[in-house]
C-alpha cells in the first residue's frame, strides 16, 4: 500500500512539474515536419537539440502490469509512463535551445530498460530530438503565430 501511495504521490508531482514547464514554453513553435512553421527573414543558425529521460514505473503498477498481460488489453500504467517520459523529454529539448524561434523535424526514439532479472520492463528511456532554428523572422509572420496561439 505504502508502495501504491507513494508512486501516486511522486508521478502527480511529476505532472505537475511538467504542466508548468509546458506553460513556459508554449510560444516556441515545433513541429515533426520538415518545412518551416514561421518563414524567416535571416536564419542565424541551424542547430541539433535532444533531450532524453529515464522513468522508471514503481512496483504496484508493475505488478498490476504483470496482472493485465495475463488478462489482456492495454496496459495503462505504462501509458502513464510512456506520456511523462514523452512530455519530459520534449521539455528538456525546448529547455536547450533558448533563443531558437523554432524546432523541426522532431523525432521521438523509446527504448525499454529490462531489469537485471529480466522479467519485465525495468523502466523507458525516452530520446526526443529536432533542428532548432535561431534568426529573425519575416515581418508579419511572428504576429500571426501570436495569434495563432
Known sequence: MLG????????????????????????LPNSNNRELLIPMQQIDKAEL??????????????????????????????ETLLDRARREALLRM??????????????VETSSIHNAAGNGIGSVELLAYGT????QAAEG?????SAAN
Not at 514505473?57 to 505504462?78: N, Q
Request: charged share 15%; proline share 1%; glycine share 8%.
Open 49 to 78: 537539440v535532444c533531450g532524453s529521460v529515464v522513468i522508471s514505473i514503481d512496483y504496484f503498477k508493475r505488478l498490476l502490469a504483470m496482472l493485465r498481460s495475463i488478462v489482456g488489453g492495454p496496459v495503462a500504467s505504462y
Open 132 to 135: 532548432a532554428i535561431y534568426g
Open 4 to 27: 501504491y501511495f507513494f508512486g501516486k504521490w511522486a508521478e502527480q508531482r511529476h505532472f505537475q512539474s511538467i504542466n508548468i514547464r509546458e506553460q513556459q514554453w508554449v510560444r
Open 94 to 107: 525546448k529547455e536547450q535551445c533558448t533563443g531558437a524561434v523554432q524546432i523541426i523535424n522532431i523525432r
Open 141 to 145: 509572420s511572428q504576429q500571426a503565430n
